[in-house]
């Protein structure tokens, strides 16, 4: 389902191949797709408060896999709540859930993919997603702009 509103979504996720195929699913629905390797290398994670105003958001979704070297994606979650962050849309997929991870996930509000997948399930949250987004909130672009990140980033 494409819609005429652009969406942006931050993907997570150390395996080159499962982002690889979660961007291009993301892109071919027309979303705007910040890809990264590890939690620790989001522009997000670089800053130690949320920079967006009242009606901004710097992402619609966040969509992290759960073990990741340097942090996990549910370090990455809790650092971001912490920071007060306004993304409201917040995935967790793992093929190695403990119960204990999951009721961390939960309690934070997010939605937990167990992989492998099915594809359609994803798809289907998206569409889920995409009727929840409030059209009027708008996308900052604050992390993308030269010179935005501390000097130590």
Not at 38 to 65: F, H, K
Not at 117 to 125: A, K, N, R, S, T
Request: charged share 25%; hydrophobic share 35%.
């Amino acid at each position: 389902m494409k819609s005429a509103t652009k969406y942006r979504v931050i993907l997570l996720d150390d395996n080159e191949a499962v982002r690889g195929v979660l961007s291009e699913i993301l892109a071919d629905r027309g979303y705007e797709v910040l890809a990264f390797s590890s939690p620790a290398i989001c522009p997000l994670q670089m800053t130690p408060e949320c920079r967006c105003a009242v009606n901004q958001r710097c992402t619609d979704i966040i969509v992290s896999d759960l073990d990741m070297p340097y942090m996990t994606g549910l370090g990455f979650i809790e650092n971001q709540k912490k920071k007060n962050c306004k993304c409201q849309h917040l995935v967790l997929m793992s093929g190695n859930w403990t119960e204990q991870d999951l009721l961390r996930a939960h309690e934070l509000g997010c939605k937990t993919f167990r992989k492998p997948f099915p594809f359609q399930e994803f798809c289907d949250y998206l569409d889920e997603v995409e009727r929840n987004i409030d059209s009027r909130r708008e996308l900052c672009d604050w992390f993308q702009e030269p010179g935005s990140l501390p000097e130590n980033c």
